[in-house]
């Protein structure tokens, strides 16, 4: 969908979920069903938009959308660019850093015409009806949604939806709603949370209504989001990561709260794309191999199936076109997803801790030192994923990420780092950012969006580069894709708000334009 409809679509179904009169009301009273009284009670009203809105976070097949729009948004983009997976199609660069709008266009739309639609509706509904906690819930919804937006392109349409505008706002105003909305909403669900009530608990697919576990998300979301501008905002980044570990409620500490999908018969999209979809159209990425094989780590095959040698075979991104069927379906030689037990997942436990030492280590309040969240970060990741032997991980400080050896003789590539496991105090502090960012990507796995936002952010872990770089010198080899272009039909159908947000972006819509937050000095 254009984005200059979605818009106009957006104000148009706000109009005319607002528009009724009293007349028309009493007039069209069904005294043999339920009015509208009723339905504010028992969340008929907007618990199937609720379901709508939680379903629009990372989409999967769910009767509106395909495991392959998953696979456009995620697998072909940030699945590929942050390292985890590489697409063995014979159709596009986008592991080459060559990319296609008829793929990274996608999560635009969807999210938009979806997401923020969905979220438009739900309000349109609710407000007359007074459900302030279910707006609540709606609004962190929105964020969890249009975050994921804002980091693939940076200026989005966002303070305006609803309306007949669609100027985008530069990325440092759309945090700023951010927070704006993730604050207002914690500061109504703490009181919620107070009494043990329940919020829409038929239709909530996350936590089932428990308004003390939507607290503590939201508070481990802004800690997510402050993170994310502390190289652009440091103040703000401190204010907002204090004030969610500040929260009587605080954020999520235990991996039976963290936040993932709960809906019967659904299976991770990797599943589909790698076992039902044209022989295996992903395998697992070349960077993964390297830490995962050099660190030995205990999760390797759990996140990776072995190949038939009984090892772990990645594949490096940017192969050449000729020589995919080498490595398409080839599992003597590659190692595909283990994806019959990855999760849809949004947001764990072990994030929360990483996300905490690396405040700590910044020297700000988040209850406990870098070393004990570090650790911990690691232990529960291992716990979420089944793995055993987490204190000799812990303690291993000689293990280091290997070089990536092409199981098919092509691509070989030297190791991409040198940083080993073990919390050593007399490190440099960059030392141990980088152990934080790579143990963190690690446990983000296969949160691919989130992951690919913190490699921006933080240059870490180092990836292996791809084979091939087809961007025609667009996109720096060793930094990778910085942004995703806005989509072509931006241009022709939406001006004047493409033209906003070009300028927001210093005047280039390219993939290696680096987005406000994206400000960390490179290394290189």
């Known amino acids: 969908m254009k984005m200059k409809n979605i818009i106009l679509t957006l104000a148009a179904a706000a109009f005319v979920f607002a528009g009724c009169t009293k007349d028309f009301e009493n007039i069209n009273k069904n005294d043999f069903g339920v009015n509208e009284e009723e339905l504010s009670q028992d969340g008929l009203a907007v618990g199937g938009m609720l379901q709508q809105l939680e379903r629009s976070v990372i989409i999967y097949r769910d009767g509106n959308y395909l495991d392959s729009d998953y696979q456009i948004m995620y697998n072909l983009c940030a699945e590929t660019w942050c390292g985890y997976m590489a697409p063995t199609l014979s159709d596009g660069h986008h592991a080459g850093w060559d990319v296609n709008d008829g793929w990274h266009r996608r999560m635009f739309t969807v999210k938009y015409e979806y997401g923020m639609a969905g979220y438009t509706a739900f309000v349109a509904k609710a407000e007359p009806l007074g459900l302030a906690n279910e707006l609540a819930l709606a609004k962190i919804l929105k964020v969890t949604t249009m975050h994921q937006v804002a980091d693939y392109y940076g200026p989005i349409a966002y303070s305006n939806i609803g309306s007949i505008t669609n100027i985008y706002d530069p990325l440092d105003q759309v945090y700023t709603q951010f927070f704006k909305e993730l604050d207002e909403a914690i500061e109504l669900l703490e009181k919620v949370a107070g009494t043990g009530a329940k919020i829409l608990e038929d239709y909530d697919l996350i936590y089932g209504g428990d308004a003390v576990k939507w607290v503590q998300f939201a508070n481990s979301l802004r800690l997510r989001l402050a993170m994310r501008v502390s190289y652009a905002d440091p103040a703000l980044a401190r204010e907002e990561a204090e004030k969610s570990i500040a929260s009587p409620f605080g954020v999520i500490t235990s991996n039976s709260n963290n936040a993932v999908i709960a809906e019967a018969g659904v299976r991770h999209p990797d599943y589909t794309i790698n076992v039902d979809f044209n022989d295996a159209d992903t395998q697992i990425g070349a960077s993964l191999d390297c830490y995962l094989n050099g660190y030995n780590d205990p999760r390797k095959f759990l996140y990776a199936n072995p190949a038939g040698d009984g090892n772990l075979h990645g594949v490096r991104p940017g192969i050449t076109p000729s020589t995919w069927s080498n490595y398409k379906n080839s599992a003597a030689k590659v190692s595909a997803p283990n994806a019959a037990i990855y999760k849809i997942c949004w947001l764990n436990a072990a994030e929360v801790a990483f996300l905490r030492a690396e405040g700590a280590l910044k020297g700000w309040n988040m209850g406990g030192t870098a070393k004990d969240f570090y650790e911990e970060g690691i232990k ?137 937050w994206d400000a960390k000095p490179f290394n290189n």
């Open 380 to 516: 529960l990741s291992f716990e979420e994923w089944g793995a055993e032997g987490v204190n000799a991980y812990l303690a291993n400080n000689s293990a280091k990420p290997a070089a990536f050896a092409d199981n098919v003789g092509r691509s070989n590539a030297t190791a991409p780092s040198t940083v080993t496991i073990a919390w050593n105090q007399s490190d440099p502090d960059e030392v141990k950012l980088e152990k934080i960012g790579t143990q963190k990507w690690l446990a983000l796995f296969p949160n691919s969006a989130e992951a690919w936002a913190e490699y921006r952010r933080l240059h870490y872990p180092v990836l292996v580069p791809p084979a091939n770089n087809y961007s025609n010198g667009v996109v720096n080899t060793n930094q990778g894709i910085r942004r995703v272009p806005y989509p072509v039909s931006e241009q022709t159908d939406n001006p004047e708000g493409y033209a906003a947000g070009v300028a927001a972006l210093g005047g280039q819509d390219n993939a290696g334009v680096r987005l406000w």
